[in-house]
């Protein structure tokens, strides 16, 4: 009778994701026989100016698409809105990953909107019903100082866009040289500025060993800054911008080191 080699097979990975939203892929990779080591490289918190923000809210059904960038744009946004009443049910929406519309399925959000490949701004700009905009009013709700380029192609498209800007991203103020030492085999990120971070927070000490380090990634444009960064080591994207793609592409990796 053979015994099943659990699916990740002692694997340790590091886990970047911000500490409120690592919890549920750190039980995955344990269930799957692995280790995660929590390490979030960014905070989530409040913009500067909620004053912008509420006055945009008030103004929310006279746009005709509503655009989430992230799970965390969600999950600011959405009580603010609901303190208001519903959210306005002629308002078409957009989500960038699946964990974004998952998100909004928690408030029964119906998201029409969503790439199937390339989870980012610019697999959002290829679907067809953001190609015609002209005339239409977009909001996108996002994080303080996000890309500009989703923005300037629609508005080159002739529709009008406003920023709902509705948290902000910081690093956090932990210190990631002793990571080595925890022998780690892999690392997930999930955001080219998270990336940033991580290389910022380990030190230039410890950064030939990131660098050496396999990672798993959300997009392709997230394995080019990786690359960019001096990352040697195999960067996996993910096939579907979730928790369970991340896990997948980790299986796959432990795979390929029996």
């Not at 793609?245 to 432990?254: I, P, S, T």
Request: hydrophobic share 45%; with cysteine.
């Amino acid at each position: 009778m053979s015994t099943r080699v659990p699916d990740l097979k002692g694997l340790t990975v590091l886990v970047t994701r911000p500490a409120h939203q690592a919890q549920a892929l750190c039980e995955a990779i344990t269930a799957a026989g692995g280790k995660a080591v929590a390490f979030p490289v960014l905070e989530i918190t409040d913009p500067p100016d909620l004053a912008a923000l509420d006055r945009l809210l008030d103004e929310l059904d006279r746009f005709d698409i509503a655009i989430f960038i992230s799970a965390n744009a969600v999950e600011k946004a959405m009580p603010r809105i609901l303190a208001r009443g519903e959210f306005p049910s002629h308002i078409q929406i957009a989500a960038v990953g699946e964990k974004t519309a998952q998100a909004l399925g928690a408030y029964n959000l119906p998201v029409t909107l969503r790439p199937r490949e390339n989870y980012d701004s610019e697999g959002l700009l290829a679907l067809p019903a953001l190609q015609a905009v002209r005339g239409k009013r977009i909001v996108i709700f996002r994080g303080v100082g996000g890309r500009e380029l989703l923005a300037e192609v629609l508005q080159a498209r002739s529709a009008e866009v406003a920023y709902a800007e509705c948290y902000q991203r910081s690093r956090p103020a932990l210190d990631g040289s002793g990571l080595p030492r925890q022998g780690i085999d892999i690392a997930v990120v999930t955001s080219c500025e998270g990336l940033e971070n991580l290389f910022a927070m380990v030190g230039a000490a410890a950064r030939p060993w990131l660098c050496a380090t396999p990672m798993v990634v959300m997009s392709e444009r997230m394995r080019e800054s990786a690359r960019r960064l001096g990352v040697t080591a195999p960067v996996l994207a993910v096939e579907e911008a979730s928790d369970a793609g991340l896990l997948a592409q980790l299986k796959h990796y432990a795979g390929t080191r029996t």
